[in-house]
C-alpha cells in the first residue's frame, strides 16, 4: 500500500544534540510538509517542499532545517534540541498544486528531550 | 487570515449516543474543509473533506459532516458513538494546494459504557 513513513517513531535525544527525523513517501507526491504538534495543541506547520523548492514558515525557528534529497525522502533536522522542541512531528504529503490540498500524514516521530 | 475554531474542547458521549462536533472557520473565499481523527500517539487519519457540491459529505466509520455557508460552520456527527471513536478529532482549513493547513485545536471525545 501506498504510504507516508516515519522513522524513528520514538527518539530521545539530550539538550543541544543534533536530531535527524526521516520521513519518506512511496505515493509520488509532489509535496512534502513537516508539522510539530506539541501535548494537547493542534499540528502547527513548520515547513514545505514542493518539489525542490523549500517553503519555510515566517515563525519557524533557524534551529529546525530541512533536506530533501529526492522525491521520496524528506528530513527534519534539529540543529540543537531545546526542552521546548519535545513534541510530536508529523510528515505530510500533498499529490500537486493542483490538487485539492488534501494531505496524507504519517503516523509520527514522538522527540523527547532530555 | 484564515482560522478554524473548534468550541469544545472535551465532549464525553455515551457509547451509542449520536454526536456532533463543532467546526467554525473564517476565510473570505469558499475554502477546503477537513476532519482529521487522532488516536493517542498516532499519525492523522482523513475522515472527510469538503471541496464543492454537495454540501452534506459523507466519510469514513459513519461519519458525515455539513458544511454550512452561511454559518461558516463544518460541523462532524455520527448517529451512534462506539467506544473505539474516542480520540482526538480535529478540523482544518486550506486555501488552494501546497499551502498549509490551518488546524483547529481539536476536539477530544471521551466514550462512556
Known amino acids: 500500500d501506498a504510504m507516508v513513513i516515519q522513522n524513528p517513531r520514538y527518539q530521545v535525544t539530550q539538550f543541544g544534540k543534533p536530531v535527524t527525523l526521516s520521513c519518506s513517501q512511496t505515493l509520488n507526491h509532489n509535496v512534502m510538509y513537516w508539522y510539530q504538534q506539541k501535548s494537547s495543541q493542534a499540528p502547527k506547520l513548520l515547513f514545505h517542499?514542493?518539489?525542490?523548492?523549500?517553503?519555510n514558515e515566517a515563525d519557524t525557528p533557524d534551529n529546525f532545517q530541512s533536506r530533501r534529497p529526492n522525491t521520496s525522502f524528506c528530513f527534519l533536522d534539529i540543529r540543537s534540541p531545546g526542552l521546548g522542541d519535545a513534541a510530536m512531528y508529523l510528515c505530510?504529503?500533498?499529490?500537486?498544486?493542483?490538487?485539492?490540498?488534501?494531505?496524507?500524514f504519517g503516523p509520527g516521530t514522538r522527540l523527547t528531550v532530555l | 487570515a484564515q482560522s478554524v475554531t473548534q468550541p469544545d474542547i472535551h465532549i464525553t458521549v455515551s457509547e451509542g449516543a449520536s454526536l456532533e462536533l463543532r467546526c467554525n472557520y473564517s476565510?473570505?473565499?469558499?475554502?477546503?474543509l477537513f476532519w482529521y481523527v487522532q488516536s493517542p500517539g498516532q499519525g492523522l487519519q482523513l475522515l472527510l473533506k469538503?471541496?464543492?457540491?454537495?454540501?452534506l459529505v459523507q466519510g469514513i466509520k459513519g461519519f458525515e459532516a455539513e458544511f454550512k455557508r452561511s454559518q461558516s460552520s463544518f460541523n462532524l456527527r455520527k448517529p451512534s458513538v462506539h467506544w473505539s471513536d474516542a480520540a482526538e478529532y480535529f478540523c482544518a482549513v486550506g486555501a488552494w494546494a501546497g499551502t498549509a493547513l490551518i488546524f483547529g485545536k481539536g476536539t477530544t471525545l471521551s466514550v462512556s459504557s
Open positions: 469538503y471541496f464543492s457540491g454537495d454540501t
Open positions: 505530510a504529503t500533498s499529490r500537486d498544486r493542483s490538487d485539492s490540498n488534501e494531505q496524507f
Open positions: 476565510y473570505g473565499a469558499t475554502p477546503y
Open positions: 517542499y514542493y518539489d525542490k523548492d523549500f517553503n
